[in-house]
């Protein structure tokens, strides 16, 4: 454009045209050529430029302000196509800042659109996903209703009602907005994800399913996968899918995730990645996610492979992993929102693993292990050398906690005990709502009831709701808890909710779902955690966190233990400061933060289920099995 400025119109679209020849697939220079032709006064051929910018590249977000300038500029000159264009836009600009995850500029995008055109239902339904993911559900649940009033056979904004009602804790009626979006349109990828995968995810919060039935369900979930997959699902490959060899020699291994991203994931994904050997492994990485941030960017930087992959569906998918070559493939996602398991079910890598992200198995044959470690396992899991496990899920543990924790750059420094100048003991949790089960909030009432002066700090996104405070207000006033004993706070959405550990004197671990990523942000912060060890995998998160921190008095094994180990610290405020100036310290010399450590064992694995059942059954597979070793215990050295 500086062509322009000197006033050298031709020689600047001459320049840009060869730009745009020499790299056709990106959008910069074709805004460029856009604005040219707009300030130059060739406004028809401008309009024309922009819409093919924003239908080529409907994520490249400079090209909307200066299309909306055009057709402003426009609309003020009476041509009456704009006024039709610019809501369209807007609501267009919308999807495209959501996708960005600019979720508070979205909202005012799609809020000019209705402000042009009140009765348009794709901008209340979009403007319907945005608030709830502010934490605003009750205004959701309205706009997705508003939408649904001026066109009901409107299926996003069936699932996005569907979507606000679930996380209001409206179960039944969120999945009747579901199936009612898959009648109107069949392959609704979100509700289709809403009735599966995130149905088995709500499961594991509930107290009143057995390990047997949790099973099942997943295993349902599974063979029905596999069933619409079956033209597909051979093994090993046929021939016209064979897996390249790698060039150096070096197995490589593969992660699969939607949370390369700033992400609890990641959180504990990013170290490993870092300090793997590349003397012996290439890395490569299939990012699904469709936002990225500056995580993504470290993480990009880093000597690996990097596949953006959120635009292909899971035969594509299948297609790209299998022609990387990839020996190794961890899943990130198991049911978690932006699961790709689908792409796996025609096992496009040799040996695939599920890891991190889910703590229960997937249900899906073609996964061949699950990553974990002793102290999660000891409930229900064990081992993949145990026969009766069968050929696919095998648990597969690491000689130490299979979690290694790096906390936030932003962090703040552990803050005095706040028990010394506060009136009583603050406990808290920032855990999901939906892990607050009926046993969670009957226990805690006793805790507060028991310690007089305590008061309990709940933070979550959910609680930017009235509706959720309105519950759990009610919840705990049912216990006889009145509201002055609560402490109600929203999600902060960057790095500044660590601060809030400055408030809290001891934290809360709910259950059946233990915490992870709460638990070591708590501990990092100074703030001692109580969790109850359960005998699901999902309920013994917390146990691997606190055994491997070397902690194990944090551990109860059973309700009134719970109650008695959280007593005791608010009982003794002097220890506990003692405890909140050197957590920080015990954390950093522990398994949690060893990052090299934790490669080298993750390694171990690696070899494991190269060398083993999965690995030998394939094309040049071999080895043999391995004794398991147990993890050390931090505090005593002792296997």
């Not at 600009?93 to 042009?116: S, W």
């Not at 300090?275 to 936002?291: G, K």
């Not at 109650?563 to 608010?570: E, V």
Request: charged share 25%.
């Amino acid at each position: 454009m500086d062509a322009l400025a000197k006033g050298e119109v031709a020689q600047a679209r001459t320049l840009l045209e060869e730009a745009i020849t020499l790299d056709p697939s990106h959008p910069a220079p074709r805004h460029n050529q856009a604005e040219l032709e707009f300030r130059t006064g060739q406004i028809d051929r401008a309009q024309a430029l922009f819409e093919q910018l924003v239908n080529g590249w409907p994520s490249f977000l400079p090209a909307y302000p200066s299309f909306l300038a055009l057709l402003e500029q426009r609309q003020a000159s009476g041509v009456a196509a704009s006024a039709e264009l610019r809501p369209v836009l807007l609501n267009n600009f919308g999807n495209a800042l959501l996708a960005a995850g600019q979720i508070g500029a979205a909202e005012g995008a799609y809020r000019q659109a209705l402000g042009l055109r009140p009765d348009y239902a794709n901008a209340l339904a979009n403007l319907s996903n945005a608030l709830r993911l502010l934490g605003r559900l009750s205004e959701a649940e309205l706009a997705a209703r508003g939408a649904l009033a001026l066109q009901a056979g409107h299926a996003g904004a069936w699932v996005n009602l569907g979507c606000a009602l679930e996380e209001l804790a409206f179960h039944a009626e969120a999945e009747a907005c579901h199936r009612r979006a898959l009648e109107l349109q069949g392959d609704q990828p979100e509700a289709l994800h809403n009735l599966g995968s995130g149905q088995l995810m709500r499961d594991l919060y509930r107290s009143d399913l057995s390990e047997a039935e949790l099973l099942e369900r997943h295993r349902a979930w599974g063979e029905a996968l596999m069933a619409r997959k079956a033209p597909g699902v051979v093994s090993p490959a046929p021939q016209d899918q064979t897996r390249p060899p790698s060039p150096s020699g070096k197995p490589r291994l593969g992660f699969l995730s939607s949370d390369l991203r700033r992400h609890a994931v990641s959180t504990f994904l990013e170290p490993l990645l870092e300090h793997l050997d590349r003397e012996r492994y290439e890395v490569v990485c299939f990012a699904s996610q469709q936002e990225n941030d500056e995580v993504s960017e470290r993480l990009r930087r880093l000597p690996l492979e990097w596949h953006p992959c959120h635009h292909l569906d899971d035969g594509d998918l299948a297609s790209l992993i299998r022609s990387e070559g990839i020996d190794l493939l961890v899943e990130l996602n198991g049911h978690t929102r932006g699961t790709r398991l689908g792409a796996l079910a025609t096992r496009p890598a040799t040996v695939q693993v599920s890891w991190l992200g889910y703590p229960f198995r997937t249900g899906l044959p073609t996964i061949d292990y699950r990553l974990s470690d002793a102290w999660v396992e000891a409930g229900s899991g064990q081992d993949w050398q145990d026969p009766d496990q069968g050929k696919s899920e095998r648990a597969v543990l690491m000689d130490r906690c299979q979690f290694v924790y790096r906390p936030a750059c932003e962090a703040p420094e552990v803050s005095p005990l706040p028990a010394l100048e506060a009136p009583g003991i603050t406990f808290g949790s920032r855990s999901n709502l939906n892990k607050l089960s009926r046993e969670v909030v009957a226990l805690w009432s006793r805790l507060l009831l028991s310690c007089l002066g305590s008061r309990l700090l709940l933070q979550y996104s959910q609680l930017e709701d009235p509706f959720w405070r309105g519950r759990i207000l009610g919840a705990f006033s049912a216990h006889g808890v009145p509201a002055e004993r609560l402490a109600l706070l929203p999600r902060n959405p960057n790095h500044g909710h660590m601060g809030a550990y400055h408030a809290i004197d001891i934290a809360l671990d709910p259950f059946p779902y233990n915490g992870v990523t709460t638990t070591c942000d708590a501990l990092w912060m100074g703030v001692p955690v109580v969790a109850l060890r359960g005998q699901l995998p999902q309920a013994r998160g917390g146990v691997s966190l606190l055994e491997a921190l070397g902690r194990p008095e944090w551990i109860a094994d059973d309700p009134e233990a719970y109650l008695a180990i959280a007593l005791k610290l608010a009982a003794d405020p002097v220890g506990l400061s003692a405890e909140r100036k050197g957590l920080r310290a015990l954390m950093e010399a522990s398994p949690l933060r060893q990052e090299a450590d934790h490669a080298r064992a993750f390694e171990r694995c690696v070899e494991r289920m190269l060398a083993g059942p999965a690995g030998r059954d394939q094309p040049g597979g071999k080895g043999a099995r391995q004794r398991v070793p147990r993890p050390r215990n931090v505090r005593s050295g002792q296997a």
